[in-house]
């Protein structure tokens, strides 16, 4: 079959923009992806270009809106901060282009929604959507959920979900974009709290019913940003400003299945830096994973004699295991980037294969309508609040 | 200085009753400890002359009235289910014994105001008192309570802790009278949730000023007893009964310290058999620990460079831990009925040195008050319940 | 059955004497061993006056020939230097007495060959003797050897086994008895490589047939003692004096069964306190196990799905494991004493059921002539040595 | 500066080719390295053809001698088998290209000998040439090296380093060129083994200065191959050969510093997928690594108070880490193709500055030395073999 040749732009080029361009390259390499990112958009166009050049990527622009109407390219993946991503994918879903776009979907439920109607618009013109929770393409968890469906855990009882890190637990970090609500919509919540949302729900094919939360800013002023210097680092200036959105978020909520959730975002857990966890407990069996040690998927199967049980670490690297086979052998691990690896081959085989891609935008806004009740529940004391 | 040899009778001789038993013994041969236990009370009067030909205990009572009565007697070692605490300790202070309680102190927070008023009044005349948070004598843990008391930590921003088990998970487990409110109070909760709502509190100096709970009974009915087994082991009859406490319970708060707080007590979380996890995150440092490693305390020093910061797993059993240098060289690590050991001789000793020990019965009212917030928020849908 | 209670004299007071002698009191208690402690045997009668009084020990003699020349005595437990035990140990059997020595059993083959041949006298007499590898009764261990007896490992491949401790590796730590060749008869080698070397064959049931080994004394000199202070720690003086054993042994070697084998004893891991580690790969699976997680026996199955395999991490705390049931609910672990609590109550249960216990003084032998191949291989460049 | 533009040739598209072109992709995105693929060479043309359609490489011969001749290439990457690194590589030295040589450097000393001398002939006109040990190259092993020289570790006192796969533990795995002598020199060995012997180097700038050896084909015969499907992976036939190498090594040695080293390297620990471990005991601190955790280095300092000491669980991916700036934020981990990434970035720079790159040939030779020595004691039952 000769398959059409699929042209990606990429909007934005800093952390998520570089992890992403790289991994378009590396899906054509691995998984043989028929795609390649030939724009390349930011606001600097010196700076864009630059990137540009060391990223092997022919063509630069400087407003989004130019790659939206270019007749050539096929995909728009949107790896801009949360406040631009409703304008960038409806527009883009309306001239017709593929749509990858970086969590959270966007900074409102109510943006979400939007978002959600012109996929769902699109989609019958065979328009494909796509929301970039990358951690469903980390091969343990993608292998968690397939002994979840294979019914090696049961019934659900528990699910815990942590996503811990430390990198503003100093009081001098500076205000980068990230604590700032305009841009960010929320702090540790949206950031890190939406993966561990959209996992849980990946996993356990179960929904939030309610929650019960609190959120908490610790360090309230911080020196106003001098330079990103690189993903999560940044220098400062002397003049400091407020921090507009939550350090730190715990809450609790019932499932549609019938567990108790337990989940906590936070960037105050000193000496935890990319500690993000999930264990669920079923009626049959447990699975326990820190992105701390991603090759490592912990398995405990409760059918077997008690006298020989225990969580077995399984390092997923088998051939069998999803995504593994398309790397190195067993015990050669992979890296954090090869999940965004593995999502835009996802990703391109779903649209080449005229499937829909997970997660839909519709997942992105049932996480973002988390995110909300969590918000809305901290406001309140912790009140209950429903889903 | 002529210590006074402190008789001590042991009230009950089932798990409990036969590590207090132990520890006495022991703590006498490696902490000098100046007591033995002289009776050991018992309702059937064969059973308990068993257990005390093999615990080398000389006499044997079946009413612990008659030990409250018996003037030979100096220390009462109360080993009985939760509902009949009140009435024991109340009896034995008025007596003039020192009182050591298991946990919980009592099954309702009116029960244990009153064994609080009852130590107090005691108090007056040197009769010392004690709850049995046993946890408190892990080394590691002691030596968590060090690193925070010295600064280490800093400001605690994050309490984080579990207590998970998995041994009623089968739902062919029988009632054992641990699922029976009325003997055993509640459920996980005031089992094991008692334990980590001291412990956060002991380690942390602060105590909850609200939460906000969930708990859940997960399996409803279960075969009624046929024979207690072990410690938490049992066979079941043909006939069903109803569960009448929590299966696990979840819940998160603030502390007057400005933390927020996360908790889950569990007896369903399949493959953990006694996970008793606490970890704290500072501005300063963490800690973190899981009893299931015992011997292990993981620190975090985040005022060290970064490049060559991370967690450490310290042994704590150098003879400057505490508790250590009682017992074996480095690296020969102690087991679980070592912290009732530890506990008694720190028991004894504050007799003996004329002190206070700690945790005392308001501590235990305490912990009672949290479990009681923890019911009632979790009885109208995790409403904030303050403190 | 009426069983006949076993007196017992413990020689030595000093940590194996200390760790013994409350091993026999638990051992009553938790696994009903008919046998009480009722002599010590110490050159210091004011020290050994101390030690029973805090022992709860009611007899104390200052020459061994006179608890073997008691007829009230059943047992001797010699817990003395290796120097010693040829001849306590001979005339106890010689006098009918069963015999518990510890390792190792003598500090020269031929003192062990003479101590097996008095053992094998007595034992037409009905006279027991054992030798003290306490670490066979490590639940774990006692475990891994079933899955070996079982088949689970399959045909053996690699042993593995290393005892890594760092108490000595500060140079200023001052010349104990442990560095003295005529008390210890050689350093890391016989102390800690002795236990090793029983493992092996315990474990697998194979025995060395050829080492090439190296030793080392990385510290030549010393400070002379000044006090022993606890069973590892001790002062020193100013004078120095020199090291005349080895502060690290190691050796690979072949067994009977096909496998090949590494070995390592050092004081001089420095951060490894008690890392008794011992790992075997055979055809069907492997198991790995470190005394400083002495409750955890690590499983892989290798005729598992390859997709699901890995390490599984067993809490050894099950009442169907070895040992596990006489002691505490699953997860709550158990600590090194436990070891020589199980020994004792292994020991008597053979003495009062008419079995001979294991391992035997031959096995004690065994070691022995690996010990020597060892040392006689270092002495010549790592020579190839038969056994 | 106007750096030139590097071509490189990649020899070999198996295995060791596919992650060498994919890293020479990646460093010019992450370190901006001068240098892109423009040639892979393999017999089968049509094969190879597909292989540089994947991987986006402009040209494909079928013969290296081509690639030497062509005047526009400036680097011959090899990664074939042993057998043919000698002929490729001098040749292209020969001819003025840098080279990149897989390990190990060649099948024989004698080979590795005149590999080395037409090295150093080149480095005079200013050729550069370097052995791909590319394990120097994962953060962890660097930084534990700088810690190594900033004298964190002290006296080294013992090296300890296994690597433990089980590819081949399945007896019907069939006769892949690693197991045969003929194109792979030796077994584990030279495989897998040479890795330990040039990092146990790297990290002390200790050489090794005899050894005792043993090894072990524990299967004689498999099934012939079939087809290759993966790296580690392959379908074999119903005729069986002869397996010509060793299935595992073990050997003890000493080293010019004075350290006691113990290796093992074997593809029959079964549960151990790619173990590469590596550990120091120096008398001021050690450091552990295991490669199926590659993003964690274990460092002990010995000079902290004892009761705080214990070994920390450094997270090697902070910016200030070696290579770790060049790629994600801290706790977002690296996997196995980054060491190649990392190599080739230093290989360029190296070339680029006019430096030579480590490690050099002569590196390379000197562990063909010891592979030849551990071979030619194995042979002569662990005779003691000087270096």
Redo the contacts between chains.
Sequence with gaps: MAVQQLNVAVIGYA?MGR?H??GW??A???F?TPARVTHVVGRNAENARAFAD???VPNVLTDWRDAVADPDIHVIDVCTPGDSHVDIAIAALAAGKHVLCEKPLANSVEGAERMVAAAEAAREAGVRSMVGFSYRRVPALA?AKRLVDEGRIGEI??I?A?Y????I?D?EFPLVWRLDKDAAGSGALGDVGAHIIDLATFLTGQRLT?V???T?T?VKTRPKLASQT????ATGSEERGEVTVDD?A?????TDG?A?A?F?A?R????????MRI?L??????VAFD?????E?E??D?TEP??????????V?????PYA?A????????????TFNNEVADFAAAITEGRDPEPSFAEGLAVQRVLQAVEESAAH????TTL
Tied chains: 1, 2, 3, 4.
């Design positions: 952390f992890i361009t790289a390259a590396q054509a390499k691995f043989g060391d990223f092997d292998y009882r528990h815990r942590l811990l890190q430390d990198w637990a009081p309610g019960s939360a609190l908490e610790f690189g993903g999560l680092t730190a715990v809450w609790i909520g019932r019938g108790l337990t906590e936070t105050f857990a000193v000496g935890r830096k990319n500690a264990e407990n079923g009626s049959k069996g447990s992105f701390e040690r991603m090759n998927l398995f405990f409760f008690a006298v020989e049980g225990g969580f077995r670490r399984i390092l690297t088998d051939p069998d295991h086979g790397w190195w052998p067993p015990g050669h691990g992979l890296g954090y980037e090869h004391e912790a009140r209950w």
